[in-house]
């Protein structure tokens, strides 16, 4: 079945570092990918997603590129800021299930100091 | 626009009993998916409504189940709770077109 592999957290960077978290995956044919970023206390916010192989996704000044020799979709961010400490979830919707489950992975905690 | 909401925030029950999550999802969509969140872990998949019939179910057992409604909003009841159904219970809303998910807030459960 599906799977996806982060990094683990968490993850503790100073404010205007670079940001990389890590994720790998397992599944059949091809995938869409995707970040959600959870806030304390808050659902889940889509981040950004690619649905083929080579696709950039980008918001908010984050990026991941869908990287199917690697089955990897690692997210960078250039500068970070303290208001984007949150947990990170990389996930994929995959052929298997009609693409209508999100498979996450168990998630990588950002903490930004000033 | 309200986006999906869900109903209540929090609930405590105690083990065996029964519990019912409603949600209503953002205007114009009309599936609805449920996840289960343990704490620290990432959401895993219990079922997804469409047309008022389930029409995907993750690996859960029957004491899950759920309903869909004309107006497309959903309820999640779940059965003989026990203690490791403590979790934040999500709902997604989408469009049959668009399928792209959106999540409300969240309630959380805690069985004692």
């Known amino acids: 079945g599906n799977s996806v592999t982060q990094m683990e957290g968490p993850v503790t960077l100073s404010e205007e570092a670079f940001l990389t978290i890590n994720c790998t995956y397992t599944a059949t044919g091809y995938p869409s990918l995707f970040w959600y970023v959870q806030y304390p206390g808050e659902g889940l916010q889509l981040l950004l997603k690619a649905t083929k192989a080579d696709d950039k996704g980008s918001n908010k000044g984050f990026e991941a590129t869908y990287r199917k020799e690697t089955t990897s979709f690692h997210l960078e961010k250039g500068s970070v800021q303290v208001s984007d400490s949150a947990v990170y979830f990389c996930?994929?919707?995959?052929?298997?299930?009609?693409?209508?489950?999100?498979?996450f992975g168990s998630g990588t905690r950002l903490q930004v100091q000033p | 626009d309200a986006g999906v909401t869900q109903s209540p925030t929090h609930l405590i029950k105690t083990r065996g009993q029964q519990v019912t999550l409603r949600c209503s999802p953002k205007s114009g969509h009309d599936t609805v998916s449920w996840y289960q969140q343990a704490l620290g872990q990432g959401p895993q998949f219990i079922f997804q409504y469409y047309e008022e019939e389930e029409r995907q179910r993750g690996n859960f057992p029957d004491r899950f189940s759920g309903h869909q409604f004309p107006n497309y909003s959903s309820e999640l009841n779940v059965n003989a709770l026990l203690l490791g159904d403590s979790a934040l219970y999500l709902c997604a809303s989408s469009s049959s077109r668009v399928n792209e998910q959106f999540f409300g807030p969240g309630t959380r459960l805690t069985v004692l």
């Open positions: 996930a994929l919707r995959g052929m298997d299930t009609g693409r209508r489950a999100l498979t």
